[in-house]
């Protein structure tokens, strides 16, 4: 069965950074891109940042020089550090493959920045 386990949200007053955690699957893990993904109140799904499995990692404009994506293959772990945090940045944060499978969607984790 594959899993994915986000962690490391949290309160942040803006200008703050955050370090999200994603525990995966094995099965999915090594051979998959992954990313992580966004969903603001109101507003649809986005994805945030991606990284392949040989670490060739893209963003979305709005976060760029921002925040950095990394994944360690031996602890099927991918990361997203957050700094420079911003209000809008506000959501909940998600992994999952890339292109992303409805059926890997987690609980996400909670990202609250203040202003």
């Known amino acids: 069965q594959v899993q994915l386990v986000e962690s490391g949200g949290g309160l942040v007053q803006a200008g703050g950074s955050l370090r999200l955690s994603c525990l995966a699957s094995?099965?999915?893990?090594?051979?998959?891109?992954m990313g992580w993904y966004r969903q603001a109140p109101g507003k649809q799904r986005e994805l945030v940042a991606t990284?392949?499995?040989?670490?060739?990692?893209n963003y979305v404009d709005s976060v760029k020089g921002r925040f950095t994506i990394s994944r360690d293959n031996a602890k099927n772990t991918v990361y997203l550090q957050m700094n420079s945090l911003k209000p809008e940045d506000t959501a909940v944060y998600y992994c999952n493959t890339h292109p992303s499978v409805w059926a890997y969607w987690g609980h996400g984790t909670q990202v609250t920045v203040s202003s």
């Open positions: 990284a392949t499995s040989g670490g060739i990692t």
């Open positions: 094995g099965s999915i893990f090594r051979r998959n891109a």
